[in-house]
């Protein structure tokens, strides 16, 4: 999604995002490819929201292109946001939390290098694109409650 195309205003991009949790509490995270912006990042997995597209469903769409699992809309539950200026755009990112999915595991290599299963009070040694700092810490509250 893009809004904002007046001098002076950067575009709005709309991205979903997943919080993968397995039995043992902990939460997928995935490396972007080196050749993308923010290469070599680790971030939660999902993509781009499409125009009228509702953001549950392009994670539902993102997650079985990405990784080649199939998660259920009504698995995904709502659990904080990013908003982050970047210096070309501003990103508005729900991140969603889902423990229920079918399917193994299977990167698109254009879409992550990497994936690994990571306790949340982990996640910080693991270098994240800024905007997902925020969501790091809630994850780790929501842990150690």
Do not use: C
Request: charged share 25%.
């Amino acid at each position: 999604m893009q809004i904002g195309d007046a001098p002076g205003t950067r575009r709005l991009l709309l991205v979903a995002a997943a919080a993968l949790i397995d039995p043992s509490g902990r939460v997928l995270i995935t490396q972007r490819p080196q050749h993308k912006q923010l290469g070599g990042l680790w971030e939660f997995p999902g993509g781009k929201v499409e125009p009228g597209e509702a953001p549950e469903h392009a994670l539902v769409r993102e997650l079985k292109e990405e990784l080649d699992l199939n998660v259920e809309a009504d698995a995904l539950d709502p659990f904080a946001f990013a908003s982050h200026a970047y210096p070309d755009f501003h990103l508005l990112m729900p991140l969603y939390l889902a423990t229920r999915w079918s399917g193994a595991l299977k990167l698109d290599p254009g879409a992550a290098q990497a994936a690994k299963w990571v306790e949340p009070a982990d996640l910080s040694a693991h270098e994240m694109p800024p905007a997902d700092v925020v969501l790091v810490r809630r994850l780790v509250e929501w842990r150690a409650a």
